[in-house]
């Protein structure tokens, strides 16, 4: 299995830019993929997942009304529109894949690394103020 993650880039406050993320080697499309970002010096955290079997997406705080996950099912893919990007948002945004659904009961999981298995190789995204 591989993720291959494009789209990040140099852009100024305010900007919009678009990542995506095309996997190969298993079909996605009824699991969970999500978006994660690290900054230099901290953790990576969770930006965004999308659990298509429920239709349902999840932001953190940060980002909610700002950023859009969403799933080509032609492509086997994830992708995240990023608007109105902020230099916080600087970092290495890295995709990644579930080999698994998520049951309702325990939800939280897809905001938490461990929860995927499948990783793609991160995409620099850096936003000057």
């Known amino acids: 299995v591989q993720l291959q993650a494009s789209g990040g880039g140099l852009v100024q406050a305010g900007d919009s830019l678009s990542l995506s993320c095309a996997a190969s080697g298993r079909n996605f499309n009824n699991l969970p993929m999500a978006w994660f970002r690290q900054a230099p010096g901290k953790e990576r955290e969770f930006v965004a997942a999308?659990?298509?079997?429920?239709?349902?997406?999840v932001y953190v705080d940060s980002v909610r009304g700002r950023f859009t996950i969403s799933r080509d099912l032609a492509r086997n893919a994830v992708n995240l529109q990023m608007n109105d990007l902020k230099p916080e948002d600087t970092a290495v945004y890295y995709c990644?894949?579930?080999?698994?659904?998520?049951?309702?009961?325990?939800?939280?999981?897809?905001?938490?690394?461990?929860?995927?298995?499948?990783w793609g190789q991160g995409t620099q995204v850096t936003v000057s103020s």
């Open positions: 999308s659990t298509w079997s429920a239709g349902t997406t």
């Open positions: 990644a894949a579930a080999g698994t659904i998520v049951l309702n009961s325990r939800f939280d999981e897809v905001r938490t690394s461990g929860f995927y298995a499948y």
